[in-house]
């Protein structure tokens, strides 16, 4: 018996060890970036990357990872793990050979992967987004609504043991969509209409109309505007004013207009180097000019210039490529495949711009336009019938400087004897600027736009040098604004190089204040229409004189002046490295042949349908805004330290489709998205499902979330009445209490918009950097100082204080009270039934009432014991005799607007 079991035994370990055989066998390969890479993040790159390299040993490429350490020898040796000190370290048992060193031990899971993976050849896989998009198949998984998407979701879910949720209610269902494609919610016209449409394309029409609404622009914008950093400020300690809202404009128009995202990428990063590029295009290019500027005295214009330039680039490549990239100014990447020298070959793409962190922000494309286009066609009109050829040919030169075209490069600057590029010259004490090649014989007379800031001084014009015959000397008078001036001329003969010198010895060196706009040559035109000429003349100086609305742009130095880039060591500007030439990661896709190696070429290798990573991108963070949760959740990081997407073929095929089905239209795959069935799922939950998957990324239920900023604030001014839907324009002040600014540079302040503005979308509201609107910092907006990728949601007493308290919601309770009112009449029960309705398009439940009908029988019982405080709440100078029911019905408002289902998208 005893040798029959024992026999048993053995035949039992013989069979066991031939399945485990087997299996190791049959197994597939050791994924590297699914489990290797993740270990190597984990316990190694720390000490063995791109930031430091102990021993001479780094496992962030595969080059590195296999080649000599300090020791002489390779650390990894493909294929035999058992002579690879890289695994021998690992299970040491001498913790000062053991690694990691300042680390728990590896699990035996761990070593166990890492073995096979060095025994199969150390092979470096390649990150699951940088892997090239290519077209994939739909699960062949039933399903009884929705589209394609749903196939996804379903096959997931079945993996998983779960079903997706029955539909929402068609109210909730609209509320939702109509939040999420125009960030408002639905109109009570609409909410009527949608409810008495029981056809089964209802709502696949409400969709299509809400893609139509003008509002749906403003909606995407305010999603984009935290990625472009946009601001009416400047940033920095001063945080001036800047005028760039045509920029948020034009981004409201693109989405409204479905501009293709390639189109829409191009023409923000490159708009200016388009053929003939439009003023439209021009003022896209204002994505990079949102970057701030320190026009603090003392400051070096050009670490600030360098500063913004390196916020380019990064911003460029989280917001397109997802990466995070500005550590890579210091040392290679400590996790991704991105070389430190590959940072400054991208930054060469954006070096040779114009704009160099100047007061006046040059370049800029003004709108003369906006001071009167009638009076310019007055002067031309006069010229064209009464003035000799040489006027109309003098006019025809001054007029153009009215045209909206930024014209950048009317002269070289030279400072202390550096040559600097800008469209405004700003010259300093002893500092000089060239006028290259003019021809001065028969002119008489130059004119000069100037600014010296309430300084003055003296220019002096010598020919040819700064050594050379001084041509004139002219005293500026000290000016607040721009200035137009007429310089009588010596007559000379020749072309000859002006050099201009400003002086003022009271000022101090670092002091740029005499900052020349444009200089031009008049001719001392005598002859017939003079007497009126003079007069037309008149006209136009005055007009140049005023003061033009305008947008910073982007604009490329002309050849002559390209700047070279080099590698800063150790990310420091100041020390200057070897020179390097624009160019993309090569761990990436290669740059487009015959594309140019400027800010164009550079759009086209980020739209190339060969980039792993743009549409990627794109379509996680729409997924992100509509479900509350990227597919990738690290919407601001789709690299290897990154979250795994829930739905990796999901992801990919609708990337795909949005570059090569769609053709890059934005609304066309955002429709996709709303009408699958994953979407239009009921968001309740259970406590199951809720521990099973409490982020809902398996997508078994609807999206339930709190709204963003904007539309907290739009939808309290939407219901009540107040909201004025009109789009674009200037920046507007709504409420915000006293002493939040203290702008101790200018005499800057808050001035509380009237006439209906007051009430504008959030979207316009005016952005300063240093002080942002109160109530949007609340509830998690941005800054808007760097890029912001994604709004962490937080819930903060903050929140509630500010819409029981805040001016805003307290005049949009009243507004709706009043409405309630109105409809209820003197009955509580249907005031408050209307109000809720207004609120929600939805019936109020019985319980929900008898909570609200208390508190208003609470709130007209001290109001009518306390008219005073009636008269303050409603702002009432006379007693009125409903005054004490409309106070009440105001605190019923304003808590039906502070309701969690009111504040949360569900």
């Not at 006028?435 to 300084?455: C, E």
């Not at 002559?560 to 060591?569: A, D, K």
């Not at 409405?819 to 109020?844: E, K, P, V």
């Given at each position: 018996?005893?040798?029959?079991?024992?026999?048993?035994?053995?035949?039992?370990?013989?069979?066991?060890?031939?399945?485990?055989?087997?299996?190791?066998?049959?197994?597939?390969?050791?994924?590297?970036?699914?489990?290797?890479?993740?270990?190597?993040?984990?316990?190694?790159?720390?000490?063995?990357?791109?930031?430091?390299?102990?021993?001479?040993?780094?496992?962030?490429?595969?080059?590195?990872?296999?080649?000599?350490?300090?020791?002489?020898?390779?650390?990894?040796?493909?294929?035999?793990?058992?002579?690879?000190?890289?695994?021998?370290?690992?299970?040491?048992?001498?913790?000062?050979?053991?690694?990691?060193?300042?680390?728990?031990?590896?699990?035996?899971?761990?070593?166990?992967?890492?073995?096979?993976?060095?025994?199969?050849?150390?092979?470096?896989?390649?990150?699951?987004?940088?892997?090239?998009?290519?077209?994939?198949?739909?699960?062949?998984?039933?399903?009884?609504?929705?589209?394609?998407?749903?196939?996804?979701?379903?096959?997931?879910?079945?993996?998983?043991?779960?079903?997706?949720?029955?539909?929402?209610?068609?109210?909730?269902?609209?509320?939702?969509?109509?939040?999420?494609?125009?960030?408002?919610?639905?109109?009570?016209?609409?909410?009527?209409?949608?409810?008495?449409?029981?056809?089964?394309?209802?709502?696949?029409?409400?969709?299509?109309?809400?893609?139509?609404?003008?509002?749906?622009?403003?909606?995407?914008?305010?999603?984009?505007?935290?990625?472009?950093?946009?601001?009416?400020?400047k940033g920095y300690e001063r945080d001036a004013s800047r005028n760039i809202w045509r920029y948020r404009d034009w981004v409201i128009d693109a989405f409204n207009k479905d501009m293709p995202y390639d189109q829409f990428t191009t023409e923000q990063l490159a708009g200016d180097l388009l053929p003939a590029p439009t003023n439209d295009q021009l003022i896209a290019t204002a994505f990079n000019r949102n970057t701030m500027t320190n026009d603090e005295g003392g400051t070096q214009d050009e670490e600030f210039r360098t500063a913004a330039v390196m916020d380019r680039i990064n911003t460029t490549m989280e917001v397109w490529q997802g990466v995070t990239i500005g550590c890579v100014q210091c040392h290679s990447h400590p996790y991704d495949p991105f070389r430190f020298e590959d940072y400054y070959k991208l930054l060469a793409f954006m070096n040779n711009t114009r704009d160099e962190d100047t007061h006046m922000e040059?370049?800029?494309?003004?709108?003369?336009?906006?001071?009167?286009?009638?009076?310019?066609?007055?002067?031309?009109?006069?010229?064209?019938?009464?003035?000799?050829?040489?006027?109309?040919?003098?006019?025809?030169?001054?007029?153009?400087?009215?045209?909206?075209?930024?014209?950048?490069?009317?002269?070289?600057?030279?400072?202390?004897?550096?040559?600097?590029?800008?469209?405004?010259?700003?010259?300093?004490?002893?500092?000089?600027?060239?006028?290259?090649?003019?021809?001065?014989?028969?002119?008489?007379?130059?004119?000069?736009?100037?600014?010296?800031?309430?300084?003055?001084?003296?220019?002096?014009?010598?020919?040819?040098?700064?050594?050379?015959?001084?041509?004139?000397?002219?005293?500026?008078?000290?000016?607040?604004?721009?200035?137009?001036?007429?310089?009588?001329?010596?007559?000379?003969?020749?072309?000859?190089?002006?050099?201009?010198?400003?002086?003022?010895?009271?000022?101090?060196?670092?002091?740029?204040?005499?900052?020349?706009?444009?200089?031009?040559?008049?001719?001392?035109?005598?002859?017939?229409?003079?007497?009126?000429?003079?007069?037309?003349?008149?006209?136009?100086?005055?007009?140049?004189?005023?003061?033009?609305?305008?947008?910073?742009?982007?604009?490329?130095?002309?050849?002559?002046?390209?700047?070279?880039?080099?590698?800063?060591?150790?990310?420091?500007?100041?020390?200057?490295?070897?020179?390097?030439?624009?160019?993309?990661?090569?761990?990436?896709?290669?740059?487009?042949?015959?594309?140019?190696?400027?800010?164009?070429?550079?759009?086209?290798?980020?739209?190339?349908?060969?980039?792993?990573?743009?549409?990627?991108?794109?379509?996680?963070?729409?997924?992100?805004?509509?479900?509350?949760?990227?597919?990738?959740?690290?919407?601001?990081?789709?690299?290897?330290?990154?979250?795994?997407?829930?739905?990796?073929?999901?992801?990919?095929?609708?990337?795909?489709?949005?570059?090569?089905?769609?053709?890059?239209?934005?609304?066309?795959?955002?429709?996709?998205?709303?009408?699958?069935?994953?979407?239009?799922?009921?968001?309740?939950?259970?406590?199951?499902?809720?521990?099973?998957?409490p982020a809902n990324r398996l997508l078994a239920r609807g999206p339930h979330f709190r709204l963003t900023a904007e539309e907290v604030r739009d939808q309290a001014l939407a219901v009540s009445g107040l909201l004025n839907r009109n789009l674009h324009g200037p920046s507007v002040m709504p409420y915000q209490p006293e002493g939040i600014w203290q702008t101790v540079w200018s005499g800057e302040y808050w001035k509380q918009a009237q006439d209906g503005n007051q009430y504008r979308r959030a979207l316009y509201v005016f952005q300063k950097r240093?002080?942002?609107?109160?109530?949007?910092?609340?509830?998690?907006?941005?800054?808007?100082?760097?890029?912001?990728?994604?709004?962490?949601?937080?819930?903060?007493?903050?929140?509630?204080?500010?819409?029981?308290?805040?001016?805003?919601?307290?005049?949009?309770?009243?507004?709706?009270?009043?409405?309630?009112?109105?409809?209820?009449?003197?009955?509580?029960?249907?005031?408050?039934?209307?109000?809720?309705?207004?609120?929600?398009?939805?019936?109020?439940?019985?319980?929900?009432?008898?909570?609200?009908?208390?508190?208003?029988?609470?709130?007209?019982?001290?109001?009518?014991?306390?008219?005073?405080?009636?008269?303050?709440?409603?702002?009432?100078?006379?007693?009125?005799?409903?005054?004490?029911?409309?106070?009440?019905?105001?605190?019923?408002?304003?808590?039906?607007?502070?309701?969690?289902?009111?504040?949360?998208?569900?």
């Open positions: 018996m005893r040798s029959l079991s024992t026999f048993r035994a053995a035949t039992a370990l013989v069979i066991t060890g031939s399945i485990l055989l087997t299996a190791c066998q049959s197994r597939q390969r050791t994924d590297f970036s699914a489990e290797v890479k993740p270990i190597l993040n984990k316990h190694c790159i720390s000490c063995h990357g791109g930031v430091k390299q102990n021993g001479g040993f780094s496992v962030l490429f595969r080059e590195e990872a296999l080649g000599n350490t300090k020791s002489g020898k390779p650390a990894i040796i493909p294929g035999h793990p058992e002579k690879s000190e890289f695994i021998r370290r690992l299970t040491c048992k001498d913790p000062k050979e053991r690694m990691p060193q300042k680390g728990a031990p590896l699990s035996a899971a761990e070593v166990d992967i890492l073995t096979r993976w060095v025994k199969e050849g150390a092979q470096w896989g390649e990150h699951w987004a940088y892997v090239p998009l290519k077209p994939l198949p739909v699960p062949d998984v039933n399903i009884k609504s929705g589209n394609d998407i749903d196939r996804f979701i379903i096959a997931r879910l079945q993996a998983e043991g779960l079903k997706p949720s029955p539909p929402a209610d068609p109210m909730t269902l609209l509320r939702r969509v109509s939040f999420d494609l125009t960030g408002l919610p639905p109109t009570p016209a609409m909410a009527a209409s949608f409810s008495a449409d029981h056809s089964p394309a209802a709502y696949q029409r409400i969709v299509d109309s809400l893609l139509q609404s003008p509002h749906y622009g403003e909606r995407w914008a305010a999603m984009w505007l935290d990625l472009a950093r946009y601001s009416d400020t040059h370049p800029k494309l003004r709108f003369y336009d906006s001071l009167g286009i009638h009076e310019v066609n007055r002067i031309s009109a006069w010229v064209q019938q009464y003035g000799n050829n040489e006027q109309v040919t003098d006019v025809a030169h001054f007029l153009k400087v009215l045209e909206p075209k930024v014209h950048a490069h009317d002269c070289d600057r030279y400072v202390n004897g550096s040559l600097y590029d800008t469209k405004y010259l700003g010259v300093r004490h002893n500092g000089s600027c060239r006028l290259p090649a003019q021809t001065t014989g028969g002119k008489t007379q130059l004119l000069m736009n100037y600014w010296t800031g309430n300084k003055g001084g003296t220019l002096e014009c010598r020919l040819d040098s700064l050594r050379g015959p001084v041509y004139f000397t002219q005293a500026l008078a000290p000016t607040k604004d721009r200035q137009v001036i007429t310089i009588p001329l010596p007559a000379t003969n020749g072309t000859h190089d002006l050099y201009f010198v400003f002086r003022n010895a009271s000022l101090k060196p670092a002091d740029p204040v005499c900052m020349v706009e444009w200089f031009a040559f008049r001719e001392d035109l005598p002859g017939k229409g003079q007497k009126g000429y003079d007069a037309v003349n008149a006209s136009l100086l005055a007009l140049i004189n005023q003061q033009p609305q305008d947008i910073p742009v982007m604009i490329e130095n002309p050849p002559s002046m390209q700047r070279t880039t080099h590698v800063f060591e150790r990310g420091n500007w100041m020390v200057k490295g070897k020179a390097v030439t624009p160019d993309v990661p090569h761990s990436l896709n290669p740059f487009p042949a015959n594309a140019p190696r400027n800010r164009l070429g550079l759009a086209r290798w980020i739209t190339d349908p060969a980039n792993p990573l743009t549409a990627r991108v794109m379509v996680n963070r729409l997924w992100e805004q509509v479900f509350g949760i990227g597919i990738v959740e690290t919407v601001e990081d789709l690299g290897s330290q990154g979250f795994l997407p829930s739905h990796p073929e999901l992801l990919d095929w609708l990337s795909y489709r949005f570059m090569h089905d769609h053709h890059w239209s934005v609304k066309k795959l955002l429709r996709d998205v709303v009408l699958s069935a994953a979407y239009q799922q009921d968001a309740t939950t259970t406590p199951a499902l809720l521990e099973k998957d240093t002080s942002p609107y109160p109530s949007m910092i609340s509830f998690d907006g941005s800054s808007r100082e760097v890029c912001l990728q994604r709004r962490i949601r937080t819930n903060t007493p903050l929140q509630a204080l500010t819409t029981l308290n805040d001016p805003v919601y307290v005049e949009t309770a009243r507004a709706l009270a009043q409405q309630m009112l109105s409809n209820g009449h003197d009955d509580a029960t249907a005031c408050i039934r209307w109000g809720y309705q207004a609120a929600m398009c939805r019936s109020l439940p019985d319980n929900k009432l008898a909570v609200l009908h208390r508190l208003y029988q609470s709130a007209l019982q001290q109001y009518r014991q306390s008219p005073a405080a009636a008269k303050a709440l409603l702002q009432y100078k006379d007693t009125t005799p409903q005054m004490a029911q409309l106070a009440a019905l105001t605190v019923v408002a304003n808590a039906i607007m502070n309701l969690d289902e009111f504040l949360t998208k569900s």
